[in-house]
């Protein structure tokens, strides 16, 4: 008696809840409805390095209304868990009652082994057909994403049928042999002729796709080889959280770079005479700045702060109060202190180093020449169709990558270590475009995660004639010096003269 | 007394008297918290593991959200996260920190330790006949490492610029320099004291288990008679000794980069709002490479124990030997070895030498073939079984599943040409979740199910179990395959929100799709808890030997002793797998049991004579002293 009382209960209770839990889904569904429309593919871009990340900006009053199927969702989730459990515990009851188990666990899942393999079966087709239809695959925008598509696709075979073999026999199998009162498993322990079958063939066709893949990957990273036409190289410079390129001027020679010369007006540190002055400048002052408060870090400094802490105070502006009582924290217990000083050594140790080429004859003279004058440091990259170009990559601050999928380039940016990736692009951003639609641009994005705006650290891409990228190259300004007073050749020439970055790479070879 | 024999031949050497369990007073502390018994040890871990995983799952819901619905806002997360989410938006940084929280978590925490851990402690002394682990003691403070350490990187929730972010291979100069994200500061010196405890942990774990595994195995137990789950976790243990300490290393070198002014990992940086930096000559390269020279034997620690734990389940409930037992051993081995020269396969396009590439290119694709050989046994096996669906049965066969399907989409991956496009893709992400998150996690869960009624003497509800898994198994298809293509597609992985970039929002329903797939996995797990927590109270009381097994655990009485056998430890007579023998009329013949006309003493001797095992209550130091002799000795008489 009991426990049928406790199950009429149990399942009215199970009964109000999925009611209740029906209606708050659907309330909550109708209001926002699953649209993607509202998404910001029209968002202005904001620059990546002075983007700032503003919750504020994004939040819309219609936009609140979904927090309604958040705290369904949620709802629902307990619900279901509750539901669930209440569920069961009638089967229990019951069994309890009936005497018998209500379900044959065994047949029940080996028709569900069955189901799976066949609805999952044609879930694997449906994605390949939907999913499969927006892959980057024979599209490529390069010459040798040609090869990469093909080998590829050969691999997309391979693994696709053997993906559909053993699967099919894991799941038949266990729909097939699943317990039967009375029958016997068969006593089978090994056999050595079927190992060796089966460890040959995968060998194989490993084989196979290894040698195909070790011809790609070559032909892929020394691309330069066999090449004879028309080569160009640019430099890319990332850092957090942007892209820059550098094309050499009209001289056609890369200026040196180095990155204890970077400075706000000089952002790619090139070796250019008069800004690493200044710089030098700059940072003495900033060291007799950082020595002054040393000096009065416990008096004037200290004073000032506790003057600011109690205006805050009598404000009442607790925020305030709050980063200033910090700073106050810092100076008092030293670390205000201890960054100071590390601040003076760096820099110190900063001006040592460029004296110390400064000083050099010979490196000066090496350094210092005027190809960097005229580099030209571009907002995008303008590569042109059909010449094969090197991308040298440089980072100022951590490690970023540069990808390039629809180029199927990639390549990370390893500060203190230059890498390079070499390609030909193929297809004009006009000729993509009637691909993919009129909005359609190529991106260079970072690959490897950096920071905060990682996810919004890209740079455009345009592929186009030779002549229009020179036409777009002379409409652009030349770092330190007006178009028109570029030198024709570069004042100090010598035959070791060499790009910053060969000269780099040459020693890394070394 | 003790009521239970241990089987018919061997009821006759009892030590009778001299058992103390009962008059044995152990305090709750040293019982339940301090022990030094292997079977509380494995507890302690699985609950820790579990805990561990609840939050890492529930981290990986709030990232869901905040790709599924990036212009919308969720009051509860300003509740619950505080100045991380103010007006229910999720921060960026804390995202990232989330993200890499949450990788940390699964990948050492709950798949390292909660199933190494586990079942390692759980069922070396069990299924090699050995009273308990060569070292308890050490045994017992890997464990309290493992919990420290879990404790330190929890707490770095509570540090004002929050967790570690720089993702879970906390690649440097992102980790080493304070300015470049917040996460960078206290939060990654938390996370590498955390490790650093962690490796401790597993280094203390992983000689127990080596010695025990070699030194303490009973009459009769010689290596190829070993059920799989032993080698699988004596291999892990090996990989863990060899390569954590080198994780040690790169971890120790991070630190005095950041804190101590070297330059191993730094070299030309110019860091916004501090300037050049002093560092010269350094390789952010280098920390790569020592991270991967454990990173890629780590994903191996991970998969093998489950590997091995699904062997052993798929053999008894198909009721079959396990097809080619000395070519699993094999391909084991063949794993093992080849997993500490393929590192380099995460690093292709690091601008590490195109030429080094190709060769880790070779050694990559051999190690698929290891892997192949061992999918085919597991087919093999069930052919033509009897086969018993049990929760853990379904689990194993979802591992396998799941295996073949991440397994093949290795292929690509190691493939250097394939990996120019694929790496740090959407791809990736696919891979190491099918084949290293579902199915370790998949074969953690049949081990749980399997071995419950040995942990906790009453049985799991088995149609919860089902339920469980088919709702996990779904959903983790549902989640993991549709990645594939966003990464095919060029989406990296990583990233906060896709809106900004305009070509990624044909795969917003996508996402909503698979946080919503997300959410179904994490209801099935609260199925989980709530029949795991409930069980442990109120389940049925288990039988002695519930799925009819061959191994020697099941010898063992359900109630637990210290010393797991009250009189002597059975002999083994045969391999682990004798299942559905045409000789026999049952379908099972224990390896304990002895069959007609076999020799009543078997020949080979145990690696440990069984000093009989009063179960007084030994003083900690003897203990300690005890295990270290233990431990050094390779051969007692
Ligand atoms: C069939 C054999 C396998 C091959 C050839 C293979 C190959 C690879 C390759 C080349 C990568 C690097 C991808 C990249 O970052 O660009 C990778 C990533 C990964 N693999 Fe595998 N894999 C195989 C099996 C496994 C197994 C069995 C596991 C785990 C049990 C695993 C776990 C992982 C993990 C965790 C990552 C990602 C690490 C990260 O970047 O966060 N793989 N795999
Ligand atoms: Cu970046
Ligand atoms: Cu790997």
């Avoid at chain 1, 601050?397 to 990370?412: G, K, V, Y």
Wanted: proline letters at 4%; one cysteine or more; a neutral charge.
């Amino acid at each position: 008696m009991n426990t049928i009382l406790k199950l009429t209960l149990k399942f009215t209770l199970a009964v109000v809840i999925i009611f209740s839990a029906a209606t708050l889904i659907s309330d909550s569904v109708d209001i926002q409805g699953i649209s993607t429309e509202h998404l910001s593919a029209e968002k202005p871009w904001v620059g990546a390095d002075e983007y700032q990340y503003d919750p504020g900006q994004t939040v819309t009053p219609e936009k609140t209304l979904s927090s309604k199927v958040n705290w369904a969702i949620l709802v629902f989730v307990v619900l279901m868990v509750l539901v669930l459990a209440n569920a069961f515990d009638i089967s229990k009851y019951t069994a309890k009652i009936t005497g018998r188990e209500t379900v044959n666990q065994n047949n029940v899942n080996k028709w569900i082994m069955l189901f799976f393999m066949i609805a999952g079966f044609a879930a694997v087709i449906w994605e390949y057909q939907t999913h499969g239809a927006m892959i980057l695959l024979n599209d490529s925008s390069s010459a040798h994403g040609v090869d990469y598509d093909s080998m590829f696709t050969i691999t997309l075979v391979l693994t696709t049928i053997v993906f559909f073999i053993t699967q099919a026999l894991l799941f038949y199998f266990s729909f097939r042999y699943a317990h039967q009162d009375g029958r016997k498993a068969l006593y089978y322990s090994h056999n050595n002729r079927l190992e060796v079958v089966w460890t040959f063939i995968p060998a194989v066709v490993l084989t196979v796709l290894v040698l195909r893949g070790h011809q790609t990957w070559k032909s892929v990273v020394y691309a330069e080889d066999n090449y004879n036409g028309k080569m160009h190289s640019i430099e890319v410079f990332a850092y957090q959280f942007g892209w820059k390129a550098r094309y050499a001027g009209d001289d056609g020679i890369m200026g040196n770079v180095d990155y204890k010369f970077i400075s706000g007006k000089n952002e790619l540190g090139l070796a250019y005479k008069p800004e690493v002055d200044s710089l030098v400048v700059d940072l003495k002052k900033q060291i007799a700045a950082d020595e002054a408060s040393i000096k009065n870090l416990n008096t004037t400094i200290l004073d000032g702060l506790m003057a600011d802490f109690t205006a805050a105070e009598n404000l009442r502006d607790y925020k305030n109060m709050e980063s200033v009582q910090k700073e106050i924290d810092a100076v008092k217990n030293g670390d205000r202190l201890d960054e100071l000083k590390a601040s003076i050594k760096r820099k110190t140790k900063q001006i040592e180093r460029i004296l110390a080429i400064q000083n050099d004859k010979k490196l000066f003279a090496s350094t210092f020449t005027s190809a960097a004058m005229d580099d030209i440091i571009t907002q995008e990259i303008h590569l042109a169709k059909d010449s094969l170009v090197t991308l040298n990559f440089r980072s100022k601050d951590i490690i970023h990558s540069a990808w390039l999928p629809h180029f199927r380039a990639q390549m990370n940016v390893v500060p203190g270590m230059p890498t390079k990736f070499t390609f030909r692009p193929t297809k004009s951003t006009e000729e993509a475009k009637k691909e993919r639609g009129e909005e359609f641009e190529y991106y260079l994005y970072c690959n490897k995660i950096c920071g905060v705006s990682h996810y919004n650290m890209k740079i455009k891409v345009v592929v186009e004639s030779q002549e229009k990228v020179n036409e777009w190259l002379k409409s652009q300004q030349p770092a330190f010096i007006k178009r028109e007073m570029a030198p024709v050749a570069p004042a100090i020439m010598n035959d070791t003269l060499k790009t910053s970055t060969d000269t780099i790479q040459k020693m890394v070879v070394r | 007394m003790s009521t239970a024999t241990i089987n018919d031949s061997h009821a006759v050497g009892h030590h009778g008297d001299a058992h103390g369990h009962d008059h044995h007073h152990q305090s709750f502390i040293t019982k339940y918290i301090f022990s030094t018994d292997h079977k509380m040890i494995s507890k302690q871990y699985l609950i820790t593991g579990i805990i561990m995983g609840c939050l890492g799952m529930g981290m990986s819901l709030l990232f869901r959200l905040q790709l599924a619905w990036p212009d919308e806002t969720f009051p509860f997360l300003e509740t619950l996260l505080g100045k991380w989410a103010k007006g229910g938006k999720l921060d960026p940084n804390y995202y990232m920190a989330l993200v890499t929280i949450h990788g940390t978590i699964m990948v050492f925490y709950v798949l390292t330790a909660g199933l190494s851990g586990t079942f390692s402690n759980l069922l070396i002394p069990l299924q090699v006949g050995a009273r308990d682990m060569a070292s308890p003691f050490m045994n017992m403070l890997s464990y309290w490492f493992f919990f420290l350490s879990s404790v330190v990187l929890m707490s770095s929730f509570l540090v004002e610029t929050g967790p570690a972010s720089s993702g879970w291979t906390v690649y440097p100069p992102l980790s080493a320099l304070e300015k470049a994200m917040p996460g960078s500061g206290m939060g990654t010196t938390l996370w590498l004291v955390a490790i650093i405890l962690f490796i401790v942990s597993a280094l203390l774990g992983g000689i127990n288990y080596i010695t025990t595994v070699l030194n303490m195995r009973t009459k009769g137990m010689s290596m190829n008679r070993l059920p799989l789950t032993i080698w699988a976790f004596f291999l892990t243990a090996v990989l863990g000794l060899l390569s954590f300490p080198v994780l040690l290393g790169a971890g120790l070198l991070l630190i005095f980069d950041r804190s101590f002014g070297t330059s191993f990992y730094l070299s030309d940086i110019h860091l916004n709002g501090v300037g050049a930096l002093s560092n010269s000559g350094g390789s952010p390269v280098l920390y790569q490479h020592l991270f991967w020279f454990l990173g890629h034997p780590e994903v191996y620690i991970i998969l093998m124990p489950a590997l091995g734990i699904s062997s052993e389940v798929i053999s008894t409930n198909a009721r079959k030997p396990i097809f080619g037992y000395t070519a699993m051993v094999i391909s084991l081995l063949g794993i093992s070895f080849l997993s500490f020269i393929v590192w380099g396969h995460h690093m292709f396009i690091t601008g590490m030498n195109p030429f080094l590439g190709t060769m880790f290119m070779y050694v990559t694709l051999i190690i698929a073939v290891p892997s192949a050989v061992k999918t085919f046994n597991y087919l093999a096996t069930l052919w033509k079984g009897n086969i018993r669906f049990t929760p853990a049965m379904l689990f194993a066969i979802g591992l396998v599943s799941m295996f073949i399907s991440g397994g093949l989409t290795g292929i690509y991956l190691g493939n250097a040409a394939l990996d120019i496009q694929l790496h740090d893709s959407y791809f990736v992400v696919a891979h190491f979740h099918l084949v290293m998150g579902s199915a370790s996690i998949f074969g953690m869960f049949a081990g749980i199910y399997h071995w419950f009624p040995k942990m906790y003497g009453r049985m799991m509800n088995k149609t919860l179990g089902s339920l469980h898994f088919w709702l996990t198994f779904i959903s983790a298809y549902l989640v993991f395959f549709p990645m594939h293509f966003m990464g095919l597609a060029g989406v990296p992985r990583r990233y906060y929100q896709f809106s900004l970039i305009p070509e990624f929002n044909i795969w917003m329903d996508v996402n909503i799709f698979i946080t919503l797939a997300a959410i179904l996995g994490g209801i099935a797990q609260l199925l989980f808890l709530y029949n795991f927590f409930n069980s442990i109270f109120r389940g049925p009381k288990a039988s002695k030997n519930p799925w009819e097994s061959n191994t020697l655990e099941w010898s063992t009485e359900t109630k637990h002793i210290h010393g797991n056998w009250e009189g002597d430890i059975p002999t083994v007579y045969r391999g682990p797998h004798e299942y559905s023998r045409p000789d026999r009329e049952l379908d099972y013949f224990p390896q304990y049991e002895i069959g007609d006309g076999e020799p009543e003493h078997y020949h080979a001797p145990a690696t440990a004579p069984d000093t009989s095992y009063d179960g007084k209550k030994e003083k900690a130091t003897t203990v300690f002293f005890s295990s270290f002799a233990h431990l050094f000795s390779l051969r007692r008489a």
